[in-house]
């Protein structure tokens, strides 16, 4: 399904921001059990929601929605060791893509729910990111399966809650450049409003162990949480489904644009 944008497709470099940056990592973590979840949806439907100085990037005409459903672990400053209670956790955030000016391509977040209020406040202050506190529970079978539920404790807007089961499908291999699904899940820039102005940050890590998946069940509230409801046209049809087992991650300073 492809969408008339508002720019066309933008034309830039979407290789130089997976590189490492040249800059001190400031916290390591590992991102385990990622599901991404991705429907096609207007530019014109997500435009609106996003701050100024940033633009929906697309793909063939079309910007995407996604809901990414993971677990976090080993959540440490560098120079700290990982405290059990602190540093593992599921999370589920709801988001899109965008650049700024023709260039960085990057990651917006309408929301990330996490089942650790400590964590919540932490990166509310320091990454001025809007994270929620979740009550959520996470099964897995030997065979890969997962079972995945996400309830918005606080703050509003409520309700904003998510039930996933897939199963991971064929091959494990890394996205290429230049197919939806490297636009898709190697996005290493992430974008924050705050202050009356745009934050900008960087993480690094190997490329995705990419693999299709299964969807056995998705029920979800968090996007209507977040003023999105997918036109009908897009409901109606299923969303693309990709797995990664994980990736262990660098993350760098969180810097103000001007």
């Known amino acids: ?25 400031v916290m390591v973590q590992r991102w385990r059990d990622l599901l991404f979840v991705h429907w096609p949806v207007p530019p014109g439907l997500l435009q609106p929601l996003l701050p100024p100085g940033l633009i929906l990037d697309t793909f063939e005409g079309s910007a995407y929605l996604a809901l990414v459903p993971f677990t976090m672990e080993g959540v ?20 899109t893509y ?3 000016g023709g260039a960085s391509p990057g990651v917006w977040f309408f929301s990330l ?31 890969g399966a997962a079972h995945y539920v996400t309830k918005r404790q606080f ?11 897939w199963e991971p499908t064929g091959p494990i291999a890394p996205a290429i450049p230049g197919t939806l699904e490297h636009f898709l899940v190697e996005r290493y ?39 999105i409801v997918l036109p009908e046209s897009v409901a ?12 262990d991650v660098d993350v760098f300073p969180l810097r103000p644009l001007s």
């Open 113 to 143: 729910d996490a089942a650790n209020p400590v964590a919540v406040a932490i990166a509310r202050s320091i990454w001025k990111l809007p994270y929620f506190v979740a009550r959520m529970s996470v099964r897995r079978q030997d065979s």
């Open 98 to 100: 965008v650049h700024r």
């Open 236 to 247: 109606a049809h299923s969303p693309l489904v990709h797995y990664a087992s994980g990736v």
């Open 189 to 227: 820039i992430l974008y924050a409003h705050a202050y009356g102005r745009l934050w900008r940050g960087r993480v690094h890590h190997a490329p995705y162990p990419l693999q299709t998946a299964r969807l056995g069940r998705l029920e979800d509230s968090s996007l209507a949480a977040a003023g």
């Open 1 to 25: 399904m492809l969408f008339s944008s508002l720019e066309g497709d933008p034309v830039f470099d979407r290789i130089a921001p997976t590189r490492r940056p040249n800059e001190r990592r």
């Open 76 to 95: 440490r400053p560098v120079w700290a060791p990982p405290v059990p209670w602190l540093s593992n956790f599921p999370e589920c955030n709801v988001r």
């Open 155 to 165: 703050p509003a807007p409520l309700p904003a809650a998510s039930e996933f089961e």
